[in-house]
């Protein structure tokens, strides 16, 4: 019995991916199981911080159609993290359908407030067509390039007709919220335009039921809970992994395992779950031989792109108390714009708007904003007092008092964080569902017949449909901890008795 259960699995990423594997191999009896963490901290995107006394979320921030089904859903309520609102069955069976719940409070770029029902028509036929993006799943040929495509060529189509009774200035504010929404999508997906997300693929990303909740103590909570039913020291922190050495052939089962220092280690199995946006940059390095050449394609071709988060808090609101999302309009952008034309003086532009923190009690007047792609990644490089002027000019801008002044702020950086090098995935332009399952194909490639499972996938990046989320990434751990648990019951009927136990 302890043949089996003493093989030595080595996890590369504390993420909820790595962690879920780990939990899963352990409780069911994997007893040699080691995870090799870069950074000094388990949690990877999953990552609580404060400003001030407040408790922020710099990565996820939302358990994404929180139901039955939901297995981070699941361990929040087991764990007892979750709001009792977030319980309710009313709650579980909420779905979207294209129609939000949130009270919206939207300011113009002179100053104006304006209601929702002034913007009707943009947010009517942007619905609309962000619910037609999907439909061009797995149809052959695309006819258009792109979502960014579609949605700018229906529009301009679309509005002749629709809006013939519009006045012409009117008309111009309607195009200028659309280019806000496509700024909004551009932060959803991830991607710096939605020129560069894929038509063809858009329907691919599935949802449950349920009303996004949060975690009023730290999504965080959840790893340690998670973490605190692991055996101790199973994590090795500060251990970034250089290589992988694996093997094309039958004949050498074993995988190598070598750490930034030079530290060697021998594997029966490798489960790697770093970021898509790592594995971009540092894949020739990482895998020995290089990835078998579809694998490689498909992290080159998969997007992984930028969005951060900009927390800005107030002394007094400038918002409604019952607002839940503040949307910018600029009105010099009636051209359908997602992008800055010049990153460096406008790139605060990209920012579609804020979500108001609730509630009020908890959170005080806290906003946090919202900003995708290369301007995003500009802003990065920004000292701090620099995105604080530039968040201040715009409110003043937007709200027309110029005497309001933030009095802190904190922002993410996901782009200069090494060990993600982005915020999440997307089907970009190009992209199929076939991209999504070479990168979960375990090395060596299934080409070869006695496979020993050298190295398997895991991460967010490697899910079908939940790809870029939390449960996502969960989901793809425990896939590839039941993977070598199969191989391991299936090859020993003796062992398959041992787990019925
Ligand atoms: C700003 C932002 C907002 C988000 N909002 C939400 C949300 O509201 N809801 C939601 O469901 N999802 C959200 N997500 C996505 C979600 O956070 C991720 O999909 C998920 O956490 C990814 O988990 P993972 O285990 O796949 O990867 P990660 O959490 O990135 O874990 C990978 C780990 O590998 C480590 N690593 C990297 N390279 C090496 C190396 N060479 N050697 C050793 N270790 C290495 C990293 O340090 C990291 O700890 C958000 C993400 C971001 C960035
Ligand atoms: C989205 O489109 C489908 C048909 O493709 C339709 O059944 C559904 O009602 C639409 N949803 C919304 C919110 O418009
Ligand atoms: C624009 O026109 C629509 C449709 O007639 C109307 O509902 C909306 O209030 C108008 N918006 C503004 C700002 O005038
Ligand atoms: C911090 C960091 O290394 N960022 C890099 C992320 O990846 C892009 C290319 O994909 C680089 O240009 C960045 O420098
Ligand atoms: C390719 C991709 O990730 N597309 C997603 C972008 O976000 C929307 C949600 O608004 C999803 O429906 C798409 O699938």
């Known amino acids: 019995m302890a043949g089996n259960k003493n093989v030595n699995i080595v996890i590369v990423g504390s993420g909820i991916a790595g962690i879920a594997a780990a939990h899963r191999l352990t409780t069911s009896g994997f007893n040699n199981v080691h995870i090799l963490e870069a950074t000094e901290r388990s949690g990877g995107r999953v990552k609580t911080g404060r400003l001030g006394d407040k408790i922020i979320e710099i990565?996820?921030?939302?358990?994404?159609?929180?139901?039955?089904?939901?297995?981070?859903?699941?361990?929040?309520?087991?764990?007892?993290?979750?709001?009792p609102e977030a319980l309710t069955p009313e709650n579980q069976a909420y779905d979207l359908g294209g129609e939000?719940?949130?009270?919206?409070?939207?300011?113009?770029?002179?100053?104006?407030?304006?209601?929702?029902k002034d913007i009707y028509p943009a947010l009517e036929m942007f619905t609309m067509l962000l619910n037609e993006s999907s439909e061009f799943?797995?149809?052959?040929?695309?006819?258009?390039?792109?979502?960014?495509?579609f949605i700018r060529s229906e529009v301009r189509q679309r509005c002749v007709e629709?809006?013939?009774?519009?006045?012409?200035?009117?008309?111009s504010l309607q195009l200028?919220?659309?280019?806000?929404?496509?700024?909004?999508?551009?932060?959803?997906?991830?991607?710096?335009?939605?020129?560069?997300?894929g038509l063809g693929a858009f329907g691919q990303y599935k949802t449950f039921p349920g009303l996004d909740c949060t975690f009023p103590g730290g999504y965080e909570g959840l790893i340690a809970n998670l973490m605190s039913e692991l055996p101790d020291d199973i994590v090795r922190y500060n251990r970034p992994v250089r290589s992988v050495?694996?093997?094309?052939?039958?004949?050498?089962?074993?995988?190598i395992v070598e750490c930034e220092d030079g530290e060697r280690?021998?594997?029966?199995?490798?489960?790697?779950?770093?970021?898509?946006?790592?594995?971009?940059?540092?894949?020739?390095?990482?895998?020995?031989?290089?990835?078998?050449?579809?694998?490689l394609h498909s992290i080159q071709r998969l997007g992984f792109g930028t969005n951060n988060k900009i927390f800005v808090e107030f002394d007094e609101p400038w918002w409604d108390a019952d607002c839940d999302v503040i949307q910018l309009v600029w009105e010099d952008e009636d051209a359908l714009v997602d992008q800055v034309s010049d990153v460096k003086s406008s790139w605060i532009k990209k920012l579609f708007g804020f979500t108001v923190l609730k509630p009020t009690e908890r959170y005080g007047n806290l906003l946090c904003g919202w900003i995708a792609g290369h301007e995003s990644e500009y802003m990065e490089t920004l000292p701090e007092e620099e995105v604080t002027h530039a968040v201040t000019q715009l409110v003043r801008r937007f709200t027309g008092n110029p005497s309001i002044t933030p009095r802190r702020i904190l922002r993410s950086q996901w782009f200069q964080d090494p060990w993600t090098n982005g915020s999440?995935?997307?089907?970009?332009?190009?992209?199929?569902?076939?991209?999504?399952?070479?990168?979960?194909?375990?090395?060596?490639?299934?080409?070869?017949?006695?496979?020993p499972l050298q190295v398997l996938f895991a991460g967010e990046a490697t899910h079908l449909y939940y790809f870029s989320t939390v449960h996502g990434a969960l989901l793809t751990g425990w896939r590839e901890a039941d993977r070598l648990i199969t191989h391991y019951t299936s090859t020993n009927p003796s062992k398959r008795r041992m787990s019925k136990l």
């Not at 990565?59 to 709001?83: K, M």
């Not at 939000?100 to 209601?115: A, E, H």
């Not at 629709?162 to 008309?171: F, M, P, V």
């Open 265 to 295: 280690m021998n594997a029966d199995h490798v489960i790697v779950t770093v970021p898509l946006g790592y594995l971009k940059r540092h894949h020739t390095r990482l895998f020995r031989p290089p990835l078998p050449l579809h694998k």
């Open 137 to 149: 799943q797995n149809q052959l040929g695309e006819p258009y390039t792109s979502v960014g495509d």
């Open 424 to 451: 999440y995935s997307y089907l970009a332009t190009g992209c199929s569902q076939q991209d999504l399952e070479n990168m979960i194909e375990p090395l060596p490639p299934s080409a070869s017949k006695a496979r």
């Open 245 to 255: 050495f694996w093997s094309n052939t039958e004949k050498q089962s074993s995988v």
């Open 162 to 171: 629709k809006w013939k009774d519009i006045d012409s200035a009117n008309r």
């Open 176 to 197: 200028c919220v659309i280019s806000g929404m496509l700024k909004r999508e551009c932060c959803v997906n991830g991607s710096h335009s939605l020129d560069e997300v």
């Open 59 to 83: 990565g996820a921030n939302w358990i994404h159609g929180p139901s039955e089904e939901n297995p981070v859903f699941f361990l929040a309520r087991h764990y007892g993290l979750l709001d």
């Open 100 to 116: 939000t719940p949130w009270v919206t409070n939207i300011f113009s770029s002179s100053g104006r407030k304006l209601s929702e």
